[in-house]
C-alpha cells in the first residue's frame, strides 16, 4: 500500500515517527511530503534511512485564483468560530483568532486588527473585538454557517495539488495537524476526496480540535486520542461517529518505553539537590499559553520556601522546550535546592522522564508535559494563577485534565489552597490508580498495555478501499501509461 | 430595421415602475422590430405604460424571482455583505447615510428580521454601539486588509455557480440579448440573471436607471457584457467603483428625459398662476421636495425656509410653489401655507410630468436639497439652488452624487452653507442674474453628451443593438475591485 503522510513542516512527525516506522515495517511504502521549509528540523534518521520511508517536496501554495484567497476565507471562518460557544468563552484563543485574520486580511504578519470606541474613544486590539460579540442570534448564525458551507463546497480541488497526488498514485493520504488558522492542508483533503483517494487526519496532540479553527474539509476518517476528541469531532465540526477511530496517542508510546537513566542519588547530585527531600518538578508551560513565566515561577518558590510543609523540599523548574531561551539568564540557586532542567526535545525526552520519575508531585499551569507526568503516575497540580488565566479557563483543554472533569490533575483556587495540594501530595496522598485510570482514558483507551502505534497504523492502512473507485482506477492507470 | 436580424430582446425589471426610464427605448426597439420580453417576478404593483402594453411587439412575462437553489439565500447575504464593504472605501467615508442603509441591508439578510441590530457593548465604556458603528470597525483591517476583503468576497462570487433556474428560464425564453435593470440594489438578486445569461453565452446588457444609481446603491456583483450610462461621470464610475472594463461602457445619454424635452407648457403663466391661487405679477420660486431617505420629515424645514426667504426685501412678495417628491405627497395634503402667496402643486408622475414641465417653465428660480427634479429645472435653463441644512447633511454631502450638480464641481447648482448666503443667490437668480449658457452647458455633458438637440434615446437604442454582436460576449473580466 502506498501511504502519503503531507505536513505543513517536519516537526510534525514527531507524534507519528513511530506509526510511520510500523507501517513501514509492515510493507507498506510511506512517502512524507512538506513543502520543504528551510528551516525545518531534520527528520529522525530512522525514518529517513528507512527503505521503505521516502520524502518529497509538495506545493504549499494553490496555483489558481484561489491561492490566498482560500487561506484568508478560512481564517475568517476559523474566526467566526470562537465567536460561538463554547469558544466565545475560551478568550485566549479568540483572541489569537482575531489576530490570526488581521494578519491573514492585511498580509502582514506584524499586523494588528485596531479600532477606537465612538463613545469613549478606547482602542480595541485584536481580542478586544472578541469581546464584541455580535448579537445577531442563532438563526443569523446558522445561515452565516450555511454560507460558509456553500462557499467551501464552491472553492474547487487545486490542479496543483491534484497532479501532485497523481504523480504519487498513493492508495491513502494523512494529513495533520489540518486544524489551524487558514488551513491550507483543508486544499489536500479536498484534492484527495476529489481524486477518490481516502484521507484520513490523525490528529497531533490533546488540544488541536479545540485552539486552532475548525475542520474545513472533512477528511474520510478522523483518528483521534480518546472519547473526549471523539465528542469534539462529532459536535464541533459535525465529523458523522461511524468515520472517527479512536486510537490512543501513539507519540507517548515511545516516553511511555522509556526507563531511568540515573539513580535517584546520581540524579539529585547533578541538579545539587538534597536526595533525603523530596522533589517537585514545576512543568513551565508555553509561551502562548503563560507568556513570560519565569517571574510567576520565582514567586511560586519563594512561597514553597515559606510554608514549613513544604520548605524543605527540592524543586526543579523544567522550562518548556520552546521557551528556554527566556530562562538563559535565571539564577535560580540563590532560593537553594532549585534545579534547572533545560531540554529542547519536544518528544519522549529522557531529561523529562527522569525529573518526573525522581518527583514526588508535579505542578504546571497548562501543558502536555502534564500527561507525561501523569503517566508516570505522579500526583500533578496546577493553581489558578493571576495573569494567566486566559492560558488556562481561556482554553477549552485545560479542564480536560483536571479531576473535577474526570482527569487527574488537582485543581487550586490560589496559593494557599495550591500549597494545600501540595503538602498532601508530596506526603503520598493521592491515589496512583486514579491517575493512572484517567491518563489511560486519555491516551490509551484501547488498554494501558495496548500502545496506540500499532492501533493508528491498523487503522490507516484499514482505510483503503477493497475495491479502488473508478476514478482511482483511471488515475493509477493513466499514472502507469505516463511512466 | 436595416440590414439585421430582428432582435429577441428579455428585459428583467424587479419592478413594472422601473420601465418609466426605459419606456422611449422600448418603443423604439419594438417600432425597428426587436421583440421585447418584459420580465418581472412580481406583479404589477401599478399598471405598465399603456403605450408598452399596446405595442404588439411588447410582451409581459413572469420570470422567476430567484435562483431557487441553496443558494438563493446565501448569495444575498454574500451580495449584502460586499454592498457594506464598499461603503468602507474612502471615497465613501461621509456617506453615513448610504453606508448604514448598506448595513441595515445586510443586517436584515443575515437575520431575516428587519427589527434586527448588529449591537455590541463597548467593554471597556458599555456604551451600546449600534450597527454602522460596529460595522465601520472593519475599518481596523486597514485599506489592504479592507481591499483584500473585498477581492475575497469578489472571488466568491465568481465561484459561485449559475442557477440551473434561471438558466431554464432564459432557455424557454431564448432571448438573443437580456437586459437587467436596476442591477444594483443591495444585496441585488439580478446579478444572477446576469450570472445566467453569461452562462449561456447569451449578451447581458445593463443600461443604469437613473443619475445616482452608481454611487448609491450596491457594486455590480457580475459584470455584464455592457454597461450604458448617461454621461462620462458615470462611465468614470463604472470603471472605477465597479471595476467595468471601460470599453464595456457606452455614453448614451439620458433618454428619460427626452419626453421632457420635447415638452411644451400647457399652460399660460396666468391660466397656471390662477390654478394655484398666486399672483401673476410676481416671480414664482419653486421648491422641489426630496425623497424621503434624502430629507425624511422636510415639511417642518420647508417651513422655516419659507420664514427665512421672507426676509429678504426682494423675496418678501414672490410667490412660493412647493412641490412634494412624488413618493412623499401625504404630509403635504394637510400642509397649511403661511401666506397667501404660498402654494402646494402635487405631481402627478413620476417621469415627465406636464406638470412639473409647467411648474418650472413659469418659475424665476428652483430651490432643492437633493433631487432629480433639479435636472428638470436645469433642463428649462432655470437657475437652480440650495443650501447645506444640517439635519439633512447625510442626505446631501453624505451623497456622492449631490455634488455632481453643484457649480463648484462643474455642475450649475449654487450651494449656499447658510440662509444668508441662500437669500442673496436667490435673490440674485429671481432677478435673472444667472449664466443660461453655463446650465445648458452642464445639461448637454450630464444629460445628453452626444448634443442638446440630440435624444438620447436612438443612442441607447444603437448601443444595445451594438452590444447584441458577438464581438462583446463573453469578456473573461467578471471579478470587480472596488477599492481604490
Known amino acids: ?483 | 430595421m436595416k440590414g439585421a436580424q430582428p432582435l429577441r430582446i428579455l428585459f428583467h425589471v424587479t419592478l413594472t415602475t422601473m420601465l418609466r426610464h426605459f419606456e422611449s427605448v422600448l418603443l423604439a426597439l419594438a417600432d425597428r422590430g426587436h421583440a421585447i420580453r418584459i420580465a418581472t417576478h412580481r406583479s404589477p404593483e401599478i399598471p405598465p405604460p399603456a403605450t408598452l402594453v399596446a405595442h404588439p411587439r411588447i410582451a409581459f412575462i413572469a420570470s422567476p424571482g430567484r435562483r431557487g437553489d441553496e443558494w438563493t439565500t446565501p448569495i444575498h447575504e454574500l451580495r449584502a455583505l460586499r454592498d457594506y464593504i464598499r461603503f468602507l472605501d474612502r471615497r465613501f467615508k461621509p456617506a453615513t447615510k448610504l453606508r448604514a442603509r448598506a448595513l441595515r441591508t445586510m443586517v436584515k439578510a443575515v437575520t431575516h428580521d428587519e427589527r434586527a441590530h448588529l449591537v455590541h457593548r463597548c467593554p471597556k465604556c458599555d456604551a451600546r454601539l449600534v450597527d454602522d458603528e460596529v460595522g465601520q470597525m472593519l475599518r481596523g483591517f486597514g485599506k489592504q486588509g479592507v481591499k483584500n476583503l473585498d477581492k475575497l468576497l469578489a472571488l466568491m462570487e465568481r465561484t459561485i455557480p449559475s442557477s440551473t433556474v434561471l438558466e431554464d428560464f432564459l432557455k424557454a425564453e431564448q432571448p438573443d440579448l437580456v437586459l437587467v435593470s436596476p442591477l444594483v440594489n443591495l444585496g441585488s438578486y439580478q446579478a444572477d440573471f446576469v450570472k445566467s445569461a453569461k452562462a449561456l453565452h447569451i449578451p447581458v446588457v445593463y443600461p443604469v436607471f437613473s443619475w445616482d444609481n452608481l454611487s448609491t446603491k450596491g457594486l455590480i456583483h457580475v459584470q455584464p457584457d455592457g454597461v450604458i450610462v448617461w454621461n462620462e461621470r458615470q462611465r468614470t464610475e463604472a470603471v472605477e467603483m465597479h471595476g467595468v472594463p471601460p470599453d464595456r461602457v457606452a455614453v448614451t445619454g439620458a433618454p428619460r428625459f427626452d419626453e421632457f424635452f420635447a415638452m411644451t407648457p400647457e399652460t399660460t403663466r396666468e391660466q397656471f398662476c390662477e390654478i394655484h391661487g398666486l399672483d401673476a405679477h410676481q416671480p414664482i420660486v419653486v421648491y422641489l421636495c426630496s425623497s424621503e431617505f434624502v430629507a425624511g420629515g422636510e415639511v417642518g424645514f420647508v417651513r422655516k425656509w419659507i420664514e427665512e426667504v421672507r426676509q429678504a426685501p426682494s423675496l418678501r412678495s414672490c410667490n412660493i410653489l412647493i412641490r412634494p417628491h412624488p413618493r412623499q405627497q401625504k404630509p403635504w395634503k394637510s400642509f397649511e401655507v403661511p401666506d397667501a402667496r404660498v402654494a402646494v402643486a402635487l405631481p402627478q408622475a413620476m417621469n415627465a410630468d406636464p406638470t412639473l414641465f409647467d411648474t418650472v417653465h413659469h418659475s424665476a428660480a428652483v430651490v432643492g436639497l437633493n433631487t432629480s427634479a433639479q435636472l428638470e429645472a436645469g433642463i428649462l435653463g432655470r437657475p437652480v439652488l440650495t443650501i447645506l441644512v444640517p439635519e439633512f447633511e447625510e442626505g446631501q454631502q453624505g451623497t456622492l452624487h449631490f455634488s455632481y450638480l453643484l457649480k463648484e464641481h462643474g455642475g450649475f447648482v449654487d450651494v449656499a452653507p447658510d440662509f444668508e448666503a441662500h437669500r442673496r443667490q436667490l435673490a440674485a437668480a429671481v432677478s435673472g442674474d444667472y449664466d443660461p449658457q453655463a446650465i445648458r452647458s452642464f445639461i448637454e455633458q450630464f444629460l445628453r453628451p452626444k448634443g442638446i438637440n440630440l435624444a438620447a434615446t436612438p443612442f441607447m437604442v444603437r448601443a444595445i443593438e451594438e452590444f447584441a454582436q458577438p464581438a462583446y460576449r463573453e469578456h473573461p473580466s467578471e471579478v470587480t475591485e472596488t477599492h481604490s
Open chain 1, 1 to 483: 500500500m502506498r501511504i502519503l503522510f503531507q505536513l505543513p513542516r517536519t516537526n510534525v512527525l514527531r507524534h507519528f515517527d513511530s506509526v510511520v516506522l510500523a507501517l513501514a515495517d509492515g510493507g507498506h511504502d510511506v512517502t512524507i511530503a512538506t513543502p520543504g521549509k528551510s528551516n525545518d528540523f531534520p527528520l529522525p534518521q530512522e525514518v529517513t534511512s528507512h527503505p521503505r520511508i521516502a520524502t518529497r517536496v509538495c506545493p504549499e501554495a494553490r496555483e489558481d485564483a484561489w491561492k490566498d484567497a482560500a487561506t484568508d476565507f478560512r481564517t475568517l471562518v476559523d474566526c467566526g468560530h470562537y465567536l460561538e460557544s463554547p469558544f466565545f468563552e475560551a478568550e485566549k484563543l479568540r483572541s489569537r483568532a482575531f489576530r490570526a485574520v488581521a494578519q491573514a486580511m492585511t498580509g502582514d504578519k506584524t499586523r494588528h486588527l485596531t479600532a477606537r470606541c465612538p463613545t469613549c474613544n478606547t482602542k480595541f486590539v485584536d481580542g478586544d473585538f472578541g469581546d464584541l460579540r455580535p448579537a445577531l442570534g442563532d438563526a443569523a448564525a446558522e445561515r452565516l454557517h450555511n454560507l460558509a458551507r456553500l462557499i467551501e463546497d464552491s472553492i474547487p480541488s487545486d490542479p496543483g495539488r491534484e497532479r501532485f497526488l497523481q504523480e504519487e498514485s498513493p492508495d491513502v493520504v494523512l494529513v495533520s495537524p489540518l486544524v489551524r488558522f487558514g488551513s491550507e492542508q483543508s486544499d489536500w483533503v479536498k484534492s484527495a476526496k476529489a481524486l477518490g483517494i481516502p484521507v484520513g487526519f490523525p490528529v497531533f496532540s490533546w488540544d488541536n480540535l479545540t485552539t486552532k479553527g475548525v475542520i474545513h474539509v472533512a477528511p474520510d476518517r478522523v483518528f483521534v486520542w480518546n472519547a473526549v476528541q471523539k465528542r469534539e469531532a462529532t459536535e464541533y465540526y459535525g465529523i458523522p461517529s461511524e468515520k472517527i477511530v479512536i486510537t490512543g496517542a501513539p507519540r507517548f508510546d515511545s516516553f511511555m518505553a522509556l526507563r531511568p537513566s540515573v539513580d535517584r542519588d546520581a540524579y539529585c547530585q547533578s541538579l545539587n539537590l538534597d536526595p533525603a527531600a523530596p522533589i517537585v518538578t514545576y512543568l513551565c508551560s508555553s509561551e502562548f499559553v503563560a507568556g513570560h513565566e519565569v517571574a510567576f515561577v520565582e514567586q511560586w518558590i519563594a512561597e514553597i520556601r515559606n510554608d514549613s510543609r513544604l520548605s524543605s523540599c527540592n524543586v526543579i523548574v523544567r522550562p518548556h522546550p520552546r521557551s528556554v531561551r527566556q530562562w538563559s539568564e535565571v539564577d535560580l540557586a540563590r532560593h537553594g535546592r532549585v534545579g534547572l532542567s533545560l531540554s529542547r526535545v519536544l518528544n519522549a525526552d529522557q531529561s523529562l522522564y527522569d525529573a518526573l520519575y525522581h518527583s514526588a508531585a508535579v505542578v504546571g499551569l497548562n501543558t502536555s508535559a502534564q500527561i507525561e507526568a501523569g503517566i508516570l503516575g505522579k500526583p500533578v497540580l496546577t493553581l489558578l494563577a493571576p495573569g494567566f488565566e486566559k492560558g488556562q479557563r481561556g482554553t477549552l483543554h485545560f479542564r480536560y485534565l483536571l479531576r473535577e472533569e474526570g482527569g487527574f490533575v488537582e485543581l487550586a483556587n490560589d496559593l494557599d489552597e495550591h500549597k494545600t495540594h501540595l503538602a498532601r501530595a508530596v506526603g503520598g496522598g493521592y491515589d496512583v490508580a486514579e491517575i493512572r485510570s484517567a491518563v489511560e482514558r486519555f491516551i490509551r483507551p484501547q488498554g494501558w498495555d495496548r500502545p496506540a502505534t500499532p492501533i493508528l497504523a491498523n487503522a490507516i492502512t484499514d482505510m483503503a478501499p477493497e475495491k479502488p473507485s473508478a476514478v482511482r482506477r483511471w488515475l493509477h492507470s493513466a499514472t502507469r501509461a505516463g511512466r
